[in-house]
Structures are given as C-alpha cells and as structure tokens.
C-alpha cells in the first residue's frame, strides 16, 4: 500500500472506477500510481503461469504494470494518467485481450 | 492534453525523450530556427531525473531539493522557443532514412526528420534475485518516480537492497518524507574498492563528493545499514512478507518487510538505439551496451545522434550539456550558417566537470558477479519466466547466442523485448561459454519497440507500392 | 576434421542440414559450411508453415512426399520441432475467388494429388468461427499444419551431428574450384576440399553459381512478419487467403503470427533488413478485415528476414548444368521451410545413385541456362 503525502498544490480531483469500484485520484496521478495508492494487489497476472504480479519499474520498461483501460487490454499503466470517467480494470486472469 | 500540436509529416530535427538531453537540445535546434519536434511517452516533461517537474505536488525542499527543482530551468527554456512538445507519445519505430512511427492516443502516425536525436535514457540495471516479481518488489527509481510524480510513498515497512549512488538519495528522500526504512542492504562488492581507488582523486574534485557523503552519513544516522551483502532472496505468499540476505557474517538471515527497493545502478536504454542499427559496445566496467558515439552523440548511423545516458551513463548535468552539443551538432549539419549556437566550449568544460568522479562510482559500485550471474533458480526473463538454469541447458544444447534463445525458449520475447532480461541474458551466455559479452552479442532487435495494435497499423497511410510489391507465398 | 568428408554442403539453412542429414543416414561423410549460425536467415525466421496447400505444380510431388515426413518428424530427428497439425485453410470471399478454388481442387485431383479439398461456408464457420462473416469458402488440406523454424534446423543439424556429420559456422565460402575430380572450397577459415558439393547457401547461392559459370536470376528479398502478444486461443489451422496476401496463425501459447510476404528492404551483405511499415499498415488491414477480433491485437515485434526468390517463384533443385560433382538446392522463394525434409532426402539420392523417385524436373537449373543474371 502506498500513502500520499501532504499536498498543498491545486492539481484537481479526478473520478474514475477501479474494476468498477468508484476511486478519486489527484490530476497528474497515473494509472498504476492510483492502483498501488489502492493496495489491490496483484494488479495482474504472468501469461505464463499465473503468478502475481504488480507495477514494478513504474518507467515503461517492465510492462508489469498492464492493465484494461477504457475496455482496451495491456495498456501500460504507469505511463498513463488517470481521466474523469476512466475505467481501469486490473487483468487478473490469463491472456486478456482487447474488447 | 487538448493543446497538443498536431504531428506534422517532417521536420528538420525529431528528438525522442525529454529529459534533460532531449529538452536541453530541442531548446538549441529550436533556438536556432530548425523545425523541431520533442516526442516522449510520458504525459509530462522530465524524463527520469526530473520526473513530474512540471506539476509535482513535493514542493518541500527537504524532500526534493535543487537538484531535482533546478530541471524547471529545461523546460522553461524549451518553452521559450518554437519547438513543439508532444505528450503521450510513444516511438515504436526508427528508420535509418529518419522515418520515425509513433502512437500518440491510440493513433499511429508516420514523420520525416532530417535528423534525430534519441534521449531515451537509462533504466535500472535488471537485479534479478530469487522472488523479484513478488507483489512489492520494486525499483528504487520506480520508487522516486512515484514520490516525484504524485507525492506518494510507501506505507509500511521498506527494505532498500543494492549500491551506487541513487539508493543512498532515495533512501534519504524517503526518510525525508517519513517513511519506516528499516535496513539498506548494500551489496558494494568489497573487491571494487581495490579498482576503484585509482580515480579516488577525480571523485574527490567531483560535483558529487560533498552531497554523497553527506546524504550517506544522514542515512547512516537514520537506519540500519548492513553491508556486505552477498546473497538476496524476496520472499512471500503472493507478495513479499520476507527478504533473506547474506552478509559477512556468513548467515543467512530474514527480514520481515512490506516493499523491497532494488538498485544496481542505471544503463542505457538501447532498444531504439538498436533496432535502427547503431553500433554498440559492452563496457566491462558498467557491464552495460553502449552506443558507439563521437563527441557530439554522432552514431555509426547518419542522422541519428544520441545524447545523455543512453549515449553512456554520466548522469543529469551530463546529460544536459551532450544534449545542448548534439543540438549544435544537428544545427550545424542542416544549416551551416545558423547563428545563435550556444557556446560549445564552454559547454565542454561543463561537461568535463559533470564527468568528473564517475569513473570512481563506476568501479565501486559495479555489481558483484553472484548479483550479474544469478542462481540457478532465479527467474532471469520475467515476461516468459525463464530461469537461468534453463537458459545455461538451451547454451549447452547449441543456442550459442540470445538469438538463438529466444527461438528455443522465448526468452526476451515477451512485450519488454529483452529490456529487463538482455543484459543477464548476455553475462550468462558469456560465463557458460567462457567468452566475453562482446563476442556473445544482444538481442536482436526490431521495431516495433513498443507494442502497436494492428487497428493502429492498419490506419497509416499506404502508399502505393504498398500492395504491389509483395511475394506470392 | 579428421576424415576428408565425401560432400561438403554450402549454407546452414533448412535445406543443408536436411542434406547433410540425409547423406550421413546413407554414410557419407558430410562437411557443412555456414558463414554465420544454423538457422540464421531464411530458414531460421520464417512464419513456419507446413503446407502442400497452394503449391506450384512442380513442387507438389514434393510437398507431398515432405509432408509424410513430417508427420513422423520425431522419428526422422529426435525432436518434433513443434510440428502441430491442424490443417491449413485458404478463404475465399468471393464468388469469384471461390471459383477459381474449385478450378485448382479439379486440377490438382486429375493430377493423381487428393490433399486439397473444397468447403463451403458452413463447415469454414466450423472449423474458423472466429473469420469475418463474408467470407463464403475456402480451399482446405486437412493435415497440414506448421512448425517451429529454427527448432527444426538446429534438430536436423543435431541428428546430422550424431551420424557423423561436421558442421563449422561463422566461415564463408569465398571461392570454389575444380582441381580433378576434387573441388578446393575456399572459406574465411581455410580450404576444404570434397569431391561433391551442394549449393544450400539462400540468399546468396547466385554469387555460388556464378563461380560454376552457370549465373541465376536470383532476387534477394526480406519478407515481413509480425506477431503479437498472447491472446485467448481462437484459431487452430493456419490461415490464407484466396484474393489478398496473407499467412495467419496462432499458437498454443496465444501469440498469433502474420506475415503474407510483404516486402522489406533486405542488405544481404551486412546481413540486415529494414522493414516497411506502409506495407505492414497493409498486412495489418487484411489480417482485421479477416478476423475483426484482431483489431485490438499488439503487435510485439515485426522482423524479415533475408531469403532468394526466383522469378518464377520456384526453386532450383538438381544437378549443376555446368560442373561436375556440383548439386543445387536454393531459391525457395519464401516457400521452402516445408518441403525441407524432402528436399535433403532427394539430394542425398541424387548424389548417391543419380537418380530420384521423385519428379524434380520442372525444377532444375536447365530452366536459366539462356538467362544472364539480373
């Protein structure tokens, strides 16, 4: 589980749902950002075996931090911010695919 | 992001990556007039170094002082000039005719540039240790990204394990900020302090002398660190509870914990870098690819320049000032009579000082062999989960190389494509076949660098060729 | 090596180690000679398929033969290359196209051939449900299927290996000369001499017969493929198209292969290819208009790599017209992964009786004795 610190900037609130459970994040937030804040764990699971796994580089390189996004699948998530309306959806079942 | 520029079909110069090379040399090509396009993946400028400089909600000093802060200087100077920074932009492809494919929002574009400058960067070193996919396993970068871009830490209790520079700066930021770091399990390999002290005396006159010791004797006050750390293993249920380590006791000992942060120093990313052909070369000392560049960031292909810590890791201010000289580069081949070039000594003798120590840190902190060569049941390619028992059999069978790997058992096929696998993958074949990692090679590879839809592809333009020229199967 | 080898085999593709496979199960003592590694290039890279469907009619006495072959693959190498059977299908979405289907099954069976059939919609939604509605038929062969490349070729070179075969990589043929009834081959690491030798070397078999005085149209090309990240299965043949270029397969993993031989730009001398992303905007097109579930597939990778291609789009396989002890098997025109197995085999009776059981004449290097090189 990850906490924020205290923030006295004026970023904005943004709603979106997480795997349909309503969440409020900070403007500038990314996807995987919001999703360690929200301590569901795993975020996502190997293609290979199944296993747990969550964001782990959080620079785009590591490509654990995929997750559905809008309804479209492997989206990398620590490189996307999170938007009003966003619907992120963790991908803990083997070979999701896009709608 | 409804303010975005449009991508236009050319320019003179593209340069992929705003961090302090790509924004300090889009604001010298743009400065003088070329066409300049600044393209990165992120939603907002600064690279790594100054992650989420633009709208960070850390505006406590104590936490992240002027060497992070002083990277706003970038992107208000960037902003002063003409070129066009485009957000969200993710380059899967790069041509040697300066043909470069990028996605912004789900849409594939194509674009010309005269001349590209890639400023990609570093990533962390892979650190593969037995339970390093584990739910709360992480980078330290990952974790300073996090505290840079959102003001968000973890809770919880924090084991720090590796070396080098980076994990004693983010362990005292994090202390900064509050958090329970329990231990720094520092892996320095004694044997490096031999090699390095020959360039004691340059680390010594180097910008970073005074703030290293001084964050790492903070830290030492603050928290528990353990050296000589020889072995690591993350531990858990479904996520970490435990990290076990050997130290020079000699005993294996456990450590209860929430978040285990890795580091082992940063190398280039060098997948654009390659897929377009560029020539690199494995550097012994930071046991890393490294592109073939000249004094401006000039590669073996024309038109394509690299600058900053894809070109070799120097870090930020170096990576400022070779940014500004490929700029000056790139100015000077499209348009010899430019004026308003920034001061190119100067910015050399910046540099040289910038440079100064890091040849100390490269030796000092370069892994310990146990940590590059890791054990048998050690998970070495994450996204296909091939452990470094199997990839020494594939070897054994013929697989000379990590090519032939990858067809045998898709190591480095999987969507990082080698980012967290190649360079292990390269040691490893090395050590079982007793030749050096020059003569093993890289991964093979190709665009794209990014995953691309096919409902992307599908929506570039044709041309006409296109359909023609096609083999009767 | 310690024995004079009896044939010396140029290039380390599919078709080299098949011969030299082949030779050694006869007893003959085979030297082979690849500039880079086994499995390399063409043979190493491609999209894998194992089909008779389709062929020129040359080819198919040979196909057929190979694909037996295949089908017992484990037995023939110790290794089963991944060989999965699920049949090959080739859609037609028109009238049309359907016609000219029909027209091909008619001629392949008044040849003697049975392995291509005609289907209807109805059993094409069975076996492909997941193809685009208008899609009205196809062209099946039932027991096609595909395999792993290089797998394959590192198999065939094991087995080779075993028998007695030597095989020496990262050398490259630079000059070859008669010299009796011995031929010197000059490579980057030494003379090798045989009194027999096979012209496997690809993509660069013409600068090999050139040196034999018997120059060939050869054309070098980098045919693109891409593959995507897993994705739940839903097809299991390998799939064509009638009307638009296309190979399409996915495997058990979920990734799914598309290639349909769109060009990239190929530099057979540093061993590099660019791809062509237009022309993969195409491919793209035709593997969505098929199987719309594709749109949201992620290509991953996309690669081509450096094969020869005839201007008839057939191989060369036979003796040489102009040097004696000199044999050919190349210009496989981004077709040969699956008729390999043969290929070896008609080789090695080629060479050792002079003769073979299977027609080979319409493939011979006859064919461009009045031709110069392009």
Same mark, same amino acid.
């Given at each position: 589980?990850?906490?924020?610190?205290?923030?006295?900037?004026?970023?904005?609130?943004?709603?979106?749902?997480?795997?349909?459970?309503?969440?409020?994040?900070?403007?500038?937030?990314?996807?995987?950002?919001?999703?360690?804040?929200?301590?569901?764990?795993?975020?996502?699971?190997?293609?290979?075996?199944?296993?747990?796994?969550?964001?782990?580089?959080?620079?785009?390189?590591?490509?654990?931090?995929?997750?559905?996004?809008?309804?479209?699948?492997?989206?990398?998530?620590?490189?996307?911010?999170?938007?009003?309306?966003?619907?992120?959806?963790?991908?803990?079942?083997?070979?999701?695919?896009?709608? | 992001?409804?303010?975005?520029?449009?991508?236009?079909?050319?320019?003179?110069?593209?340069?992929?990556?705003?961090?302090?090379?790509?924004?300090?040399?889009?604001?010298?090509?743009?400065?003088?007039?070329?066409?300049?396009?600044?393209?990165?993946?992120?939603?907002?400028?600064?690279?790594?170094?100054?992650?989420?400089?633009?709208?960070?909600?850390?505006?406590?000093?104590?936490?992240?002082?002027?060497?992070?802060?002083?990277?706003?200087?970038?992107?208000?100077?960037?902003?002063?000039?003409?070129?066009?920074?485009?957000?969200?932009?993710?380059?899967?492809?790069?041509?040697?005719?300066?043909?470069?494919?990028?996605?912004?929002?789900?849409?594939?574009?194509?674009?010309?540039?005269?001349?590209?400058?890639?400023?990609?960067?570093?990533?962390?070193?892979?650190?593969?240790?037995?339970?390093?996919?584990?739910?709360?396993?992480?980078?330290?970068?990952?974790?300073?990204?996090?505290?840079?871009?959102?003001?968000?830490?973890?809770?919880?209790?924090?084991?720090?394990?590796?070396?080098?520079?980076?994990?004693?700066?983010?362990?005292?930021?994090?202390?900064?900020?509050?958090?329970?770091?329990?231990?720094?399990?520092?892996?320095?390999?004694?044997?490096?302090?031999?090699?390095?002290?020959?360039?004691?005396?340059?680390?010594? $006159?180097?910008?970073?002398? /005074?703030?290293?010791?001084? +964050?790492?004797? *903070?830290? #030492?006050? %603050? @928290?528990?660190?353990?050296?000589?750390?020889?072995?690591?293993?993350?531990?858990?249920?479904?996520?970490?509870?435990?990290?076990?380590?050997?130290?020079?006791?000699?005993?294996?000992?456990?450590?209860?914990?929430?978040?285990?942060?890795?580091?082992?120093?940063?190398?280039?990313?060098?997948?654009?870098?390659?897929?377009?052909?560029?020539?690199?070369?494995?550097?012994?000392?930071?046991?890393?690819?490294?592109?073939?560049?000249?004094?401006?960031?000039?590669?073996?292909?024309?038109?394509?320049?690299?600058?900053?810590?894809?070109?070799?890791?120097?870090?930020?201010?170096?990576?400022?000032?070779?940014?500004?000289?490929?700029?000056?580069?790139?100015?000077?081949?499209?348009?010899?009579?430019?004026?308003? $070039?920034?001061?190119?000594? /100067?910015?050399?003798?910046? +540099?040289?000082? *910038?440079? #100064?120590? %890091? @040849?100390?840190?490269?030796?000092?902190?370069?892994?310990?062999?146990?940590?590059?060569?890791?054990?048998?049941?050690?998970?070495?390619?994450?996204?296909?989960?091939?452990?470094?028992?199997?990839?020494?059999?594939?070897?054994?069978?013929?697989?000379?190389?990590?090519?032939?790997?990858?067809?045998?058992?898709?190591?480095?096929?999987?969507?990082?494509?080698?980012?967290?696998?190649?360079?292990?993958?390269?040691?490893?074949?090395?050590?079982?076949?007793?030749?050096?990692?020059?003569?093993?090679?890289?991964?093979?590879?190709?665009?794209?660098?990014?995953?691309?839809?096919?409902?992307?592809?599908?929506?570039?333009?044709?041309?006409?060729?296109?359909?023609?020229?096609?083999?009767?199967? | 090596?310690?024995?004079?080898?009896?044939?010396?085999?140029?290039?380390?593709?599919?078709?080299?180690?098949?011969?030299?496979?082949?030779?050694?199960?006869?007893?003959?003592?085979?030297?082979?000679?690849?500039?880079?590694?086994?499995?390399?290039?063409?043979?190493?890279?491609?999209?894998?398929?194992?089909?008779?469907?389709?062929?020129?009619?040359?080819?198919?006495?040979?196909?057929?033969?190979?694909?037996?072959?295949?089908?017992?693959?484990?037995?023939?190498?110790?290794?089963?290359?991944?060989?999965?059977?699920?049949?090959?299908?080739?859609?037609?979405?028109?009238?049309?196209?359907?016609?000219?289907?029909?027209?091909?099954?008619?001629?392949?069976?008044?040849?003697?051939?049975?392995?291509?059939?005609?289907?209807?919609?109805?059993?094409?939604?069975?076996?492909?449900?997941?193809?685009?509605?208008?899609?009205?038929?196809?062209?099946?062969?039932?027991?096609?299927?595909?395999?792993?490349?290089?797998?394959?070729?590192?198999?065939?070179?094991?087995?080779?290996?075993?028998?007695?075969?030597?095989?020496?990589?990262?050398?490259?043929?630079?000059?070859?000369?008669?010299?009796?009834?011995?031929?010197?081959?000059?490579?980057?690491?030494?003379?090798?001499?045989?009194?027999?030798?096979?012209?496997?070397?690809?993509?660069?078999?013409?600068?090999?017969?050139?040196?034999?005085?018997?120059?060939?149209?050869?054309?070098?090309?980098?045919?693109?493929?891409?593959?995507?990240?897993?994705?739940?299965?839903?097809?299991?043949?390998?799939?064509?198209?009638?009307?638009?270029?296309?190979?399409?397969?996915?495997?058990?993993?979920?990734?799914?292969?598309?290639?349909?031989?769109?060009?990239?730009?190929?530099?057979?001398?540093?061993?590099?290819?660019?791809?062509?992303?237009?022309?993969?905007?195409?491919?793209?097109?035709?593997?969505?208009?098929?199987?719309?579930?594709?749109?949201?597939?992620?290509?991953?990778?996309?690669?081509?790599?450096?094969?020869?291609?005839?201007?008839?789009?057939?191989?060369?396989?036979?003796?040489?017209?102009?040097?004696?002890?000199?044999?050919?098997?190349?210009?496989?025109?981004?077709?040969?992964?699956?008729?390999?197995?043969?290929?070896?085999?008609?080789?090695?009776?080629?060479?050792?009786?002079?003769?073979?059981?299977?027609?080979?004449?319409?493939?011979?290097?006859?064919?461009?004795?009045?031709?110069?090189?392009?």
């Amino acid at each position: 589980m990850f906490r924020r610190l205290p923030d006295k900037t004026d970023a904005g609130v943004v709603n979106f749902t997480i795997n349909g459970e309503p969440r409020v994040g900070r403007r500038g937030d990314t996807v995987a950002a919001v999703l360690l804040l929200s301590a569901i764990s795993p975020t996502r699971v190997s293609a290979v075996s199944g296993e747990p796994r969550a964001p782990y580089c959080m620079m785009g390189v590591c490509f654990e931090c995929l997750v559905t996004i809008n309804d479209i699948g492997n989206r990398q998530g620590c490189l996307i911010e999170v938007t009003n309306g966003m619907r992120i959806k963790t991908q803990t079942t083997r070979r999701e695919a896009g709608a | 992001m409804s303010t975005q520029p449009e991508i236009k079909a050319a320019y003179d110069v593209a340069i992929v990556g705003a961090g302090p090379a790509g924004l300090a040399a889009a604001a010298v090509t743009a400065g003088c007039g070329l066409t300049t396009v600044l393209l990165d993946e992120n939603p907002g400028a600064g690279g790594q170094v100054y992650r989420g400089i633009e709208t960070t909600p850390v505006r406590d000093p104590k936490i992240l002082d002027r060497d992070y802060t002083d990277g706003h200087d970038l992107v208000l100077d960037l902003k002063e000039t003409a070129a066009e920074f485009v957000r969200s932009a993710v380059v899967w492809s790069l041509a040697r005719d300066g043909e470069i494919g990028v996605s912004v929002n789900g849409h594939a574009h194509m674009l010309r540039a005269k001349h590209t400058i890639l400023a990609t960067g570093a990533m962390e070193r892979p650190f593969p240790i037995p339970g390093w996919t584990l739910p709360g396993v992480m980078t330290v970068g990952g974790a300073q990204t996090l505290l840079k871009s959102s003001g968000i830490v973890p809770e919880g209790r924090i084991v720090m394990a590796g070396c080098g520079p980076l994990l004693w700066l983010c362990a005292y930021q994090l202390l900064q900020a509050g958090c329970t770091v329990q231990a720094i399990l520092d892996t320095t390999d004694a044997g490096q302090h031999h090699a390095s002290m020959r360039h004691a005396a340059g680390f010594a $006159l180097s910008p970073y002398v /005074a703030k290293g010791v001084k +964050l790492m004797a *903070a830290v #030492r006050r %603050r @928290t528990r660190v353990i050296s000589g750390v020889t072995q690591l293993a993350a531990i858990g249920d479904g996520k970490l509870q435990t990290v076990s380590y050997i130290a020079k006791s000699g005993n294996l000992e456990r450590m209860e914990t929430d978040y285990l942060l890795l580091h082992h120093g940063v190398i280039p990313n060098v997948n654009l870098a390659m897929s377009v052909g560029i020539d690199h070369t494995w550097d012994e000392v930071q046991g890393c690819w490294t592109p073939t560049v000249d004094n401006f960031g000039t590669t073996t292909v024309p038109g394509i320049a690299i600058a900053g810590d894809g070109a070799g890791i120097a870090g930020a201010w170096a990576a400022q000032y070779r940014g500004r000289l490929a700029g000056i580069a790139a100015v000077r081949t499209i348009n010899p009579n430019a004026t308003g $070039l920034p001061d190119e000594l /100067a910015i050399r003798r910046d +540099l040289a000082h *910038a440079m #100064r120590g %890091r @040849t100390f840190l490269d030796h000092l902190y370069r892994p310990a062999r146990a940590f590059r060569l890791p054990a048998d049941d050690t998970i070495v390619c994450r996204c296909e989960e091939i452990t470094s028992k199997q990839i020494r059999e594939t070897v054994a069978l013929g697989a000379q190389g990590p090519n032939q790997l990858k067809s045998f058992l898709r190591c480095g096929m999987g969507p990082c494509q080698g980012r967290l696998c190649g360079t292990t993958v390269t040691e490893i074949i090395a050590d079982a076949r007793k030749v050096s990692p020059q003569d093993v090679g890289y991964y093979r590879l190709r665009p794209p660098v990014k995953p691309i839809t096919l409902a992307e592809l599908a929506g570039l333009p044709q041309t006409d060729d296109a359909a023609k020229a096609v083999v009767r199967l | 090596m310690t024995k004079r080898p009896d044939v010396i085999v140029i290039g380390g593709g599919i078709q080299g180690c098949s011969t030299a496979l082949h030779l050694s199960l006869r007893g003959v003592q085979v030297l082979l000679i690849e500039k880079d590694y086994i499995g390399r290039h063409a043979s190493g890279v491609n999209a894998g398929g194992v089909r008779r469907l389709g062929r020129h009619l040359s080819e198919v006495p040979l196909s057929v033969a190979s694909m037996e072959i295949w089908h017992s693959i484990q037995d023939l190498v110790d290794d089963d290359c991944g060989f999965e059977s699920h049949g090959q299908i080739k859609v037609a979405e028109t009238e049309a196209e359907h016609s000219l289907q029909r027209a091909r099954v008619d001629q392949t069976r008044l040849l003697g051939f049975t392995h291509e059939e005609l289907i209807g919609q109805d059993e094409l939604r069975d076996l492909v449900p997941a193809i685009a509605p208008h899609c009205i038929g196809a062209i099946i062969c039932r027991t096609d299927g595909a395999a792993m490349p290089y797998r394959t070729a590192l198999a065939f070179k094991r087995k080779a290996e075993s028998l007695g075969a030597t095989f020496l990589e990262g050398g490259r043929v630079d000059d070859l000369k008669r010299v009796g009834q011995t031929w010197h081959v000059a490579t980057s690491n030494g003379t090798h001499e045989a009194p027999v030798v096979v012209n496997c070397a690809g993509a660069w078999a013409d600068r090999i017969a050139a040196k034999l005085g018997e120059p060939v149209p050869l054309e070098v090309i980098a045919p693109m493929l891409m593959i995507t990240a897993r994705m739940p299965a839903f097809v299991k043949p390998v799939i064509g198209a009638q009307g638009r270029t296309l190979s399409f397969k996915q495997y058990e993993n979920g990734t799914v292969l598309i290639g349909g031989g769109y060009r990239g730009r190929p530099n057979r001398d540093t061993n590099w290819t660019d791809l062509d992303f237009s022309k993969l905007a195409d491919n793209a097109k035709t593997a969505t208009a098929l199987f719309p579930i594709m749109k949201t597939a992620e290509i991953v990778r996309a690669w081509a790599g450096i094969e020869a291609r005839m201007p008839d789009d057939i191989p060369v396989i036979g003796p040489s017209t102009t040097a004696e002890g000199v044999f050919h098997a190349f210009g496989f025109s981004a077709h040969g992964f699956q008729l390999g197995p043969a290929v070896g085999r008609v080789m090695a009776e080629l060479i050792t009786t002079g003769a073979t059981n299977i027609p080979i004449e319409g493939l011979g290097m006859q064919r461009f004795q009045n031709v110069r090189a392009a």
